[in-house]
Structures are given as C-alpha cells and as structure tokens.
C-alpha cells in the first residue's frame, strides 16, 4: 500500500464547476499536511497547507480527517488556469529524526471551456 | 533573484556513461533534496542535504552519489547510467523542516534519457 494515495484521474469538468479531489495517508504520525500543484512538464509549487480546522485561500478549501486519515481540496467556480495536477503531500520523520515529504502521485484535473 | 536552477535542461545518455547534474539556488536555504519523478511512482527522494558538506541518503539512492560543497549548490552524479535512470530529476531547496515551515522550493527539472 502506498503511503499517500490519490485518484489519478483525469476529472475532467466544465469552467465554472465544483471539484473535490480526496487523498488518504497511511502513516497515522504524520502532522503535516499539503497540497501542491503541477503544471504540465513543470515543476511542484506548493499551493496550500492543511490545517485541522480546515482553511480556505479563495476558490480553494483544504480540509483534514485525522481519524480517517483522509485529506481533501475542493475547488469552486473552476477557471481553465486551474487545469494541472494536485499533489497530496504528508511530513514523515525518518529514522535520524529529519522530517520528509512524502508526495502522491498525483490527481489530474482538466477544465474546459 | 532565480530561485532554484538547474542544469542541464534535457540530457540523452548511453548506457555506462555518466554525468552530474547542477543544482543551484540563491535563496541561501540551508537543505537541498534531489528527486526523482516517474509516472506512477509520485517524487521520490534520492538524496538530501541538511548543509554545506553533508549529504544523506533518500529513498532510492542506488546508482547516485551527490556532493554539496558549497551551501547553494547541490550536484548529483550518475557514475554508470542504466536505462532505469531515465526520469525527470528534481532539485528542491527549504529552510530547515519544521512543524510550521515544509515548504520545498523546486527547480524547473532535468529530463534526462537513458538509452
């Protein structure tokens, strides 16, 4: 079992449009939580933390389960920038206590027109 | 201020040749990481380094070796390349990891095929 798991998708949805993506963790020590974006050919950008309350940055909103280790990002109004591939990414400490990203393979979204 | 470079861009090899690919970054970021990317696979980290003149392995350090001389750049090198090694390789740089602060800052890649 992988240790971050995503739909790769493709969800493929109309401007305008609400998406959900979900990513599920497996590494219940994990604490912390984001999502990144990546474009076609381009390298990671982180696009937000996850907090357990849950946050919002505009059209976006990230939410967090920790009892069912699931993460989420929901995107409203969908723009045809918003066309990439979101990267679920967990923290997880390794043996001499140096913290890493772990990254999922990715949810493709595509928006059209 | 251009962030995290790298070179080359694209990079075709044979089989038992080798190279190293540069990683440069001007935001004076203690660690620096390489990864790899393969459809499928999600990155992977391959090495990582806390600061100047230290490195440590990642996950999948087999076949790389890598050295950090100076704080802002970061070399990764193919001794013997193998057609497994075809990738796009990442470079990334972040202050140090901590509860508050995890973002990684990545280069713009190299794809590099192995024939």
């Known amino acids: 079992r992988k240790e971050v798991e995503q739909d790769p998708g493709p969800f493929n949805v109309p401007e305008g449009a609400t998406v959900a993506f979900n990513c599920t963790y497996s590494n219940s020590a994990s604490q912390s939580f984001f999502w990144y974006r990546q474009d076609c050919r381009k390298e990671p950008k982180l696009l937000m933390s996850?907090?357990?309350s849950g946050n919002e940055d505009g059209r976006f909103t990230a939410q967090l389960n920790r009892a069912s280790q699931y993460i989420s990002l929901l995107i409203r109004d969908s723009k045809l920038s918003d066309s990439a591939t979101y990267l679920c990414v967990v923290n997880r400490e390794g043996d001499t206590g140096f913290q890493k990203l772990v990254f999922g393979t990715g949810t493709r979204l595509l928006v059209s027109p | 201020n251009a962030g995290v470079t790298q070179t080359p861009k694209f990079r075709v090899l044979k089989t038992g040749q080798s190279m190293t690919l540069l990683c440069a970054q001007d935001m004076n970021h203690e660690y620096m990481y390489w990864y790899r990317q393969d459809p499928g696979m999600g990155l992977r980290l391959i090495h990582y380094?806390?600061?100047?003149?230290?490195?440590a392995k990642g996950e999948v350090p087999d076949g790389y070796n890598v050295s950090r001389l100076k704080k802002q750049n970061f070399l990764l090198g193919l001794e013997s390349a193998a057609p497994s090694q075809t990738s796009v390789y990442f470079c990334?740089?972040?202050?140090?990891?901590?509860?508050?602060?995890?973002?990684?800052?990545f280069g713009p890649g190299t794809r590099l095929t192995v024939t």
């Open positions: 380094s806390v600061g100047e003149g230290t490195t």
């Open positions: 996850v907090y357990s």
């Open positions: 990334a740089s972040s202050y140090p990891l901590a509860v508050f602060s995890y973002e990684q800052y």
